[in-house]
Antibody, heavy 116, light 110 residues
């Protein structure tokens, strides 16, 4: 069974940094594209970034380009999202998700709150 | 980045049929097809169908998806109380090199 567990969320002041992690199990992590998708409180889903199996192809949403960095460690079955220069509008639940055919399996999410 | 367009809300009676729509363009829905996700309050999204009408295992046959040009549709027959949820469409946009989501449709079963 696919299992994705996010961690690293919390309360941070504007301009600060956080690193999210996503521990994967139950599937062949090293062969699959992985994504971060976020959802602000009471709002819809917004795609943040994705990375291919070996990390050689990465794309970002315009809203986070230059501030967020996605990476992966296939030896540790872990996906990361380094978030710098955080803004109030980055406040959201951040989901880690796998792509097989489509974005098909999602973690439970970790809440990031950016506020002074 | 421009997203996909979904009606904010749809209300239907129990045991009736609901059809949800999602409109994009030739770079996303019209090119790659759309995926549909269901999200209940407080839970992560769940994939219902992808690339127009491929259903993951375990998804009810009451759900079917289709596409006509740049508009994707999700039809749910025999509505049940558990179908009340938010529904999102998504697609890969080859022009933006980004995934795009619709704003979501809140389905209410009366």
């Amino acid at each position: 069974e696919v299992h994705l567990v996010e961690s690293g969320g919390g309360f941070i002041q504007p301009g600060g940094s956080l690193r999210l992690s996503c521990a994967a199990s139950g599937f062949s992590f090293s062969t699959d594209w992985m994504h971060w998708v976020r959802q602000a409180p009471g709002k819809g889903l917004v795609w943040v970034s994705h990375i291919n199996s070996d990390g050689s192809t990465i794309n970002y949403a315009d809203s986070v380009k230059g501030r967020f960095t996605i990476s992966r460690d296939n030896a540790k079955n872990t996906l990361y999202l380094q978030m710098n220069s955080l803004r109030a509008e980055d406040t959201a639940v951040y989901y880690c998700a796998r792509e097989v055919g489509s974005i098909d399996c999602w973690g439970q999410g970790t809440l990031v709150t950016v506020s002074s | 980045q421009a997203g996909l367009t979904q009606p904010p809300s749809v209300s239907k009676d129990l045991r009736q049929t609901a059809t949800l729509t999602c409109t994009g363009n030739s770079n996303n829905v019209g090119n790659q097809g759309a995926a549909w996700l269901q999200q209940h309050q407080g839970h992560p999204p769940k994939l219902l169908s992808y690339r127009d009408n491929n259903r993951p295992s375990g998804i009810s046959e009451r759900l079917s998806a289709s596409r006509s040009g740049n508009t994707a549709s999700l039809t749910i027959t025999g509505l049940q109380p558990e179908d009340e949820a938010d529904y999102y469409c998504s697609a890969w946009d080859s022009s933006l090199s980004a995934w795009v989501f619709g704003g979501g449709t809140k389905l209410t079963v009366l």
